[in-house]
DNA sequence: ATGAAAGCGCTAACAT
DNA sequence: ATGTTAGCGCTTTCAT
């Protein structure tokens, strides 16, 4: 038996409208005995009012969408975590998306969310797409942009992470440590992620005066299966290498495996550092070194980002952009 | 600048009724040269429907709520994405929610689910809690659990695993192999889980006629950490052991580390197998046998079931129980 | 085959 | 300090 704010009225004695403003704390104005009067009656006859109509004329349903490409993909999780504990926090609600990198999918999804009018939307992509999306523009609904950057009339902001710098401290840790043949193995370089680590990558080589060899580039995709297809392109071609920087670390584990199953040790005779630092890098063996990226952070942050925007209707500030950083984990493997 | 359906009337030079219904698919009466230009002006001008309105008075909202402990624990991603793909297939938008197992966080996003009028929810939790909970009749949402033996009102159905059978193929396997001091770590034992499968450990072990020894089971948490206490314990204890079966992965790999940095060879030694199948397990060195739950099966059936409760309105069935079947995936630890 | 109108439960401007 | 009332955008019953 479902109660309105009928019902609360008629029992309290009092006007819906009371009731209404008692419930949302525009109280001012109340007496302290209407109000506890009301909220006793609440609490006891068990009233939950009804957000689709309160939605319908506030304009605001507290929910917001979260649009991945695959919360299966280990890199996913934390970020959730991380963007459902701020909005939890903040009284909000989290619809959650997977793409698949899929365009389509991320049409379809932009559009459900616009129809279920969440105020905003955090956006988090893994690599891949590049150009401009004009569903985004779709219900003008304030975006944030996870780790993607791009244009668009709706994207309030962005949270990013310093790749440049963080491919840079993992290289320059291999160099410190005496590697010199360093690969690098990573994404398709068409994404800005895999650009800026490739950035990083050229600094530190430069730093120790050592050449730029195309040959050591293998750009792939941010998968095991590519570790292990481009470390066997490596062995095949007869580069020399004594260690491989990877772009993240389902490649890096793939890279150790496919390596020591071809009697080297790591990391011993191979050096191996990776990029993201997924729960799985300190369960192998050896334990991977590598650059881990601050996840929960940034699904918290993009959320905190996003309901700034929202919740600061008059001021029509620039777009944010919040840039993490990383942090070298030295373990085993290098 | 938001449309709404009175606009597209207007501009088809029709009444609103007849939009409505084009858009619904009630269009039995409508001309088809109606119809089609109606669609075309929706088209055309990009329209996107007030899905708030719509709930108003369908009193449906396309939502379910999907609870679980934590989205971060490997377990859930899997869940998660089956139930999102089943959701999304049929057209709904999925809200989900972390409770860390916590009651007071549950009874609060209950309480979220509930203002936001989804309309039902997925329950699925890890381990720990046993009785009931009152919450669960807060505005009558039809529930389906996961893993969890609950009775409720609105419990509609369940999905289960059949853990008895799991446990018992994972135990008669080491016994197959050769291995017969078999010790059972697991997760605490008032969850339906750790039950199930100590009685598939039992069943197991008097089918070979081997005497079960209370001091062969450990029971504390499903977590890395009391893996390794767990170990310990045993090591320090000096109990006679060859195997270890354990509850779930997470504690199958802290085992066989604590194991081998303590000297031991695996799978030489000592014999472990794991249950669950997270990613990691086909990582860690030696690959780990184990028994394999179908997670995302079983958040795919249990959006499945959700939604025939749902649209099924008029029978009043009998609560549906699903019981989905392991998988022992031998590998290198046993 | 189409339209008029009531009403879903709530908020907010305006009265009193 | 409290109440009246007009919508919010849509579906649905009942007319025509």
Redesign the interface.
């Known amino acids: 038996m479902k109660l309105t704010i009928k019902d609360i009225a008629r029992m309290a004695e009092v006007s819906i409208t009371t009731v209404s403003m008692i419930l949302n704390n525009k109280d001012e104005n109340i007496s302290p005995s209407t109000r506890e009067k009301v909220l006793r009656i609440v609490k006891e006859s068990?009233y939950?009012?009804?957000?689709?109509?309160r939605?319908?004329v506030t304009r605001q349903?507290k929910?917001i969408g979260l649009i991945i490409p695959?919360?299966?993909n280990?890199f996913?999780?934390?970020l959730?975590?991380g963007a459902?504990?701020k909005a939890?926090e903040a009284g909000y609600?989290?619809?959650?998306?997977?793409t698949d990198d899929d365009i389509e999918k991320e049409e379809k999804?932009i559009?459900?969310?616009?129809?279920?009018?969440v105020d905003g939307i955090v956006f988090a992509h893994s690599a891949k797409r590049t150009g401009d999306l004009a569903s985004y523009d779709?219900?003008n609904i304030p975006i944030v942009l996870i780790d993607r950057d791009m244009e668009s009339e709706n994207v309030k902001g962005k949270v990013l992470v310093n790749n440049l710098e963080g491919a840079y401290q993992g290289v320059k840790h291999l160099l410190d440590r005496g590697y010199r043949r360093i690969v690098f193995i990573t994404g398709a370089l068409t994404s800005t992620t895999a650009m800026g680590r490739l950035a990083g990558y050229q600094k530190a080589l430069q730093e120790y005066n050592i050449a730029y060899d195309e040959r050591y580039i293998k750009a792939g995709q941010y998968k095991s299966e590519w570790g292990i297809e481009a470390a066997k392109q490596l062995l095949r071609e007869g580069i020399a290498f004594d260690a491989v920087f990877c772009g993240n670390d389902l490649i890096a584990?793939s890279v150790i495996?496919t390596l020591k199953d071809s009697g080297f040790s790591i990391p011993e005779d191979i050096g191996v550092v990776g990029f993201d630092d997924i729960?799985?890098a300190s369960?192998?063996?050896p334990e991977l070194t590598t650059v881990k990226q601050p996840n929960?952070e940034m699904g918290y942050k993009a959320v905190e980002l996003l309901i700034e925007v929202l919740e600061k209707h008059g001021t029509q500030e620039e777009q944010r952009k919040i840039i993490l950083d990383t942090e070298l984990m030295v373990r085993k493997s290098s």
């Open positions: 068990n939950i009012p009804n957000t689709m109509a939605s319908l349903t929910t695959d919360i299966a280990p996913f999780p934390e959730a975590r459902e504990d939890s609600g989290i619809i959650f998306c997977n999804y559009n459900m969310l616009a129809e279920k009018m779709r219900g584990i495996k729960q799985m369960m192998v063996e929960y």
